[in-house]
């Protein structure tokens, strides 16, 4: 779809709002909350970099969408999707957009529902918040983050009825585990947790959850897209059907230079959650960063998520 960004408006220091519509006029396809979508975005030297963001304006059922509306968080170490939109990207610029897709929704008819956003991890969780409290339904949100002039959305969120959101700003590491664990052990039994935010902090909330005896079927999480890391490492690919080898820079996703190559890979949520752009390695060693595959698959070394996952050998050998 050729979408139109209409408004563009900064809500912190380091995060802005764009409202997208069609270029064309009329609506938009709906879609439910936890929904995100990918954009297409030229990077100037003539590549073109897809990237996901979750939606915050949750649509009412049965309506038709006028805008998807995503919160952007120009982050540091930007492989160039944020450092694109925050630098390029104002209002009457057209930008390509696929469907939105959902893998992170809300339960329907859950009893009690917990919402825990680490920084911008928040985009999803407003979205299901507005939702929450469209339908009175019993939600309590726990929104941490480094202070609250980086709290994108506070105010958003704060003027939704009936969500009790609790803030937790300025808090060291060590805190951080001590606020979770005691979220985890006041909720109760038959609660949904919905949690967004960096690998450590969901991975922290799982553990705390699993703790004080939660299921954790009832923990649902999503990884914001992952930025580059710092230990990256530069690796070759080498594709088994084509005969092609690819060098995978320390900032390039395997995944992105599978695509710039031509290969013929899928994608969806580009941050490890979603199993699409799995690939079959027939050789090497797969250094595993994703949340999708179970231990057993990492075990047999054997599927990687192209995304996130990179390669601890020089070489990766795919079925490709
Ligand atoms: S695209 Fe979803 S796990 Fe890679």
């Known amino acids: 779809?050729?979408?139109v960004v209409t408004e563009v408006r900064r809500e912190t220091t380091r995060v802005?709002?764009?409202?997208?519509?069609?270029?064309?006029?009329?609506?938009?396809?709906?879609?439910?909350?936890?929904?995100?979508?990918?954009?297409?975005?030229?990077?100037?030297?003539?590549?073109?970099?897809?990237?996901?963001?979750?939606?915050?304006?949750?649509?009412?059922?049965?309506?038709?969408?006028?805008?998807?509306?995503?919160?952007?968080?120009?982050?540091?170490?930007?492989?160039?999707?944020?450092?694109h939109l925050h630098a390029h990207v104002r209002a009457g610029s057209i930008v390509e957009c696929e469907p939105p897709r959902n893998a992170f929704a809300l339960v329907p008819h859950a009893g009690a529902h917990?919402?825990?956003?680490?920084?911008?991890?928040?985009?999803?969780?407003?979205?299901?918040?507005?939702?929450?409290?469209?339908?009175h339904a019993d939600a309590v949100l726990h929104y941490f983050c480094h202070d609250a002039e980086q709290a994108a959305f506070l105010a958003d969120l704060e003027a939704l009825p009936g969500v009790a959101v609790h803030t937790h700003f300025g808090l060291s590491r060590d805190d951080i585990e001590r606020r979770l664990a005691g979220i985890a052990m006041r909720t109760p039994g038959i609660s949904n947790f919905y949690v967004c935010g960096p690998a450590g902090f969901i991975d922290a909330m799982r553990r705390h959850a699993a703790d004080a005896g939660h299921a954790p079927s009832y923990v649902h999480f999503e990884r914001f897209e992952?930025?580059?890391?710092?230990?990256?490492?530069?690796?070759?690919?080498?594709?088994?059907?084509s005969g092609l080898t690819l060098r995978v820079p320390?900032?390039?996703?395997?995944?992105?230079?599978?695509?710039?190559?031509?290969?013929?890979?899928?994608?969806?949520?580009?941050?490890?959650?979603?199993?699409?752009?799995?690939?079959?390695?027939?050789?090497g060693e797969i250094d595993h960063r994703d949340d999708f595959l179970l231990d057993e698959?990492?075990?047999?070394?054997?599927?990687?998520?192209?995304?996130?996952?990179?390669?601890k050998s020089p070489l990766l050998v795919l079925q490709l």
């Open 226 to 241: 992952a930025a580059a890391t710092e230990d990256a490492g530069a690796f070759e690919v080498r594709l088994d059907v």
């Open 1 to 3: 779809m050729k979408l």
């Open 16 to 83: 802005m709002r764009y409202v997208l519509r069609p270029a064309g006029g009329g609506v938009l396809p709906s879609f439910e909350p936890g929904a995100h979508v990918v954009l297409h975005l030229p990077l100037g030297d003539g590549a073109v970099v897809a990237r996901s963001y979750s939606l915050l304006n949750a649509p009412e059922p049965g309506r038709a969408v006028p805008s998807y509306d995503i919160g952007v968080l120009l982050h540091p170490r930007s492989r160039g999707g944020s450092s």
């Open 114 to 135: 917990v919402l825990v956003a680490g920084g911008i991890g928040i985009t999803p969780l407003l979205c299901m918040a507005e939702r929450l409290a469209r339908e």
């Open 250 to 283: 320390p900032h390039q996703s395997l995944l992105d230079a599978l695509l710039a190559a031509g290969a013929a890979v899928r994608a969806d949520c580009r941050a490890g959650n979603c199993g699409a752009c799995l690939v079959t390695v027939q050789q």
């Open 297 to 311: 698959d990492r075990a047999e070394g054997r599927l990687m998520c192209a995304c996130v996952s990179r390669s």
